[in-house]
């Protein structure tokens, strides 16, 4: 009860700074949502964002993770919030994009060996980024123990929980049960 207390709270905030449309969008995946996320303003607010790191860090409170992971300079950031708020405090590691896949330097390939790493981004869409990053930790020796997102747009079924902050706010939907689609509103396309 608190914590859906302060969710909506979180949510209204971010409506009040302006950073949720509503309307019928649709994205690369196919999914569909009633409101749209502007995440890049979103994690550019430092109280908005630090707000977000600390809710999927408390998400995540007893999964025991060792280290966080982000595959996007896009969620750097709140995968840095979400370290910062892992109690005790979690480092953060990159990995290097190298022609389509992902690697790690030497130190960040010691640092995964044997640990267990929760992935971080700001929105899984296709999930494609998601589960090469999943691959390239287990392969270095971590073990992946979920990944967390603002919204997990993609319909995958992940070997792994992924948590979606803001997916029962965003209203997302398949196209076959969105009551926008069967009510004939029109659709813009969002280019993520």
């Known amino acids: ?36 996320l502007d995440r890049d303003q979103l994690l550019v607010d430092t109280q908005l964002a630090s707000k977000m790191g600390y809710a999927i860090a408390k998400h995540f409170f007893l999964s025991r993770i060792d280290i966080v992971a982000a595959p996007s300079v896009w969620g750097a950031g709140l995968a840095q919030w979400v370290g910062f708020f892992l109690d005790p405090r979690r480092p953060v590691i ?63 079924d992940f070997p792994i929980t992924v948590y979606g902050l803001l997916n029962d706010y965003l209203d997302i939907h398949s196209p076959e049960t969105c009551p926008a689609c069967e009510a004939g509103s029109p659709v813009t396309e969002v280019g993520y």
């Open 1 to 36: 009860m608190v914590q859906t207390e302060r969710m909506h709270g979180l949510m209204r905030e971010v409506d009040e700074a302006g950073f949720l449309s509503e309307g019928h969008f649709a994205f690369r995946s196919g999914k569909h949502a009633l409101k749209l």
């Open 94 to 156: 990159y990995p290097i994009p190298d022609n389509g896949h992902y690697t790690f330097t030497e130190s960040s390939k010691a640092m995964i060996d044997g640990k267990r790493v929760l992935v971080i981004d700001n929105l899984i869409l296709s999930g494609k980024t998601a589960q090469e990053l999943v691959q390239t930790i287990t392969a270095n020796g971590g073990t992946p123990i979920a990944i967390g997102a603002l919204a997990d747009l993609s319909g995958i």
